[in-house]
Nanobody
Framework: QVQLVESGGGLVQPGGSLRLSCAAS????????MGWYRQAPGKQRELVAE???????NYAESIKGRFTISRDNSKNTAYLQMNSLNPEDTAVYYC?????????WGQGTQVTVSS
């Protein structure tokens, strides 16, 4: 059974930081591309960042320079370091694992940026 479990969300003040984690089980983690997506109320889910099995990274323009995606294959975990957060970053953040069109999603973790 494949499971992706996100953690690390919460309430943070503008300008603050959070680190999200996505722990995977039931898949050969190292051969999957990993991605972080987010969905704000009333909006479509959007790509935030992704990292390939080889470590190549791609970021949405809106978060470039503020967020960093990484992975630790020894821990079957992907991370999203989020700095300089602003209220527009408020959303449910989801991680996704994909390989050759097969994809798996986590249940999401809420990130709220507010003073």
């Amino acid at each position: 059974q494949v499971q992706l479990v996100e953690s690390g969300g919460g309430l943070v003040q503008p300008g603050g930081s959070l680190r999200l984690s996505c722990a995977a089980s039931g898949i050969s983690f190292s051969i999957y591309g990993m991605g972080w997506y987010r969905q704000a109320p009333g909006k479509q889910r959007e790509l935030v960042a992704e990292i390939t099995r080889n470590g190549n990274r791609n970021y949405a323009e809106s978060i470039k320079g503020r967020f960093t995606i990484s992975r630790d294959n020894s821990k079957n975990t992907a991370y999203l370091q989020m700095n300089s957060l602003n209220p527009e970053d408020t959303a449910v953040y989801y991680c996704k694992a994909d390989r050759s069109g097969r994809e798996y999603w986590g249940q999401g973790t809420q990130v709220t940026v507010s003073s």
